[in-house]
């Protein structure tokens, strides 16, 4: 398959191109930074894209198989400044809606888009399960996701099909949360945030991969497709495990007032919410 990717330079994007690169797709990066993503994908073809602009895009999509956009500033990267969440929501919007316009303008299109979103989409969850007809929550992050989800859906008038890639917290020991979650612990200092009692909804890296896929092979999947490891656990459960495999103990709580002071506020919904 012809497959296109957007955003495809971080921690899962590099993961999944050398996936794809294994199983013989022919595979293109759309990247603000091509130059860096040359470093560490020699073989993939990179093509730069400002993340906002659809003018060079219907070249690239013209023809292709599938597009996956991961596109969107880092939810974790800087404190919560007006500014920094107006870049978060307008990196996702603009990408998204740049891509679906491009779309309308192949003549060959893609057979499927699916596009990036997160389990942040529900909201504060205290306690149940919500399942893909469960409606969007509240504040910031639930917003961020159904405004982008709602561009990525308009590609269905252009006879696309459209999967929502709600993703819980990617693990893997060498990248992404865990990799920084482990610090701690290393110091004997690890344990779960706040209460403990929030939900922590996550994935492997490599199920993450494997469903991506699935996903896009799969003709009769279609619509949000939550991707998180089965069966629910709370932030103190997993901390559990994590200290049982290090033989560490995980009883230190790092106070939620503390991480508010430090954090600001995205400590709720990132930290100290399910």
């Known amino acids: 398959m012809r497959i296109v990717i957007a955003g495809g330079s971080g921690f899962l994007g590099v993961s999944l191109i050398n996936r794809l690169q294994k199983s013989h797709h022919d595979v293109t990066l759309l990247t603000r930074s091509p130059e860096k993503a040359r470093t560490f994908l020699e073989t993939v073809r990179i093509e730069f894209w400002d993340a906002k602009t659809k003018d060079a895009l219907p070249g690239i999509l013209e023809g292709a198989d599938a597009v996956i956009n991961l596109t969107g500033e880092s939810i974790a990267a800087k404190r919560w400044t007006q500014q920094q969440k107006d870049r978060i929501l307008s990196s996702r919007i603009d990408s998204t809606r740049a891509i679906v316009d491009a779309l309308g303008l192949t003549k060959h299109k893609p057979s499927v888009l699916l596009n990036a979103s997160a389990v942040g989409f ?27 989800e709602a561009e990525a859906l308009r590609a269905q008038e252009e006879g696309l099909r459209v999967v929502l890639l709600r993703t819980g917290i990617v693990i893997d020991k060498n990248g992404g949360v865990l990799r920084k979650l482990l610090v701690p612990f290393r110091f004997f200092l690890g344990g779960p945030t706040g209460s403990g009692r929030q939900w922590f909804p996550w994935i492997h890296l490599q199920d993450e991969i494997n469903a991506i896929l699935y996903a896009m092979e799969n003709d009769r999947l279609a619509g949000p497709l939550n991707l998180s490891a089965p069966g ?24 939620g007032f503390f991480l508010k002071a430090a954090l600001g506020e995205m400590a709720e919904p990132l930290l100290l919410h399910g």
């Open 122 to 148: 529900y909201g504060n969850v205290p306690e149940g399960e919500v399942t893909e007809s469960s409606p969007n929550g509240d504040g910031f992050l639930a917003a961020v996701c159904a405004r982008s």
């Open 232 to 255: 629910c656990v709370r932030m103190s459960e997993f901390c559990s495990a994590v200290g049982n495999i290090l033989h560490r103990p995980s009883r230190v709580h790092v106070p």
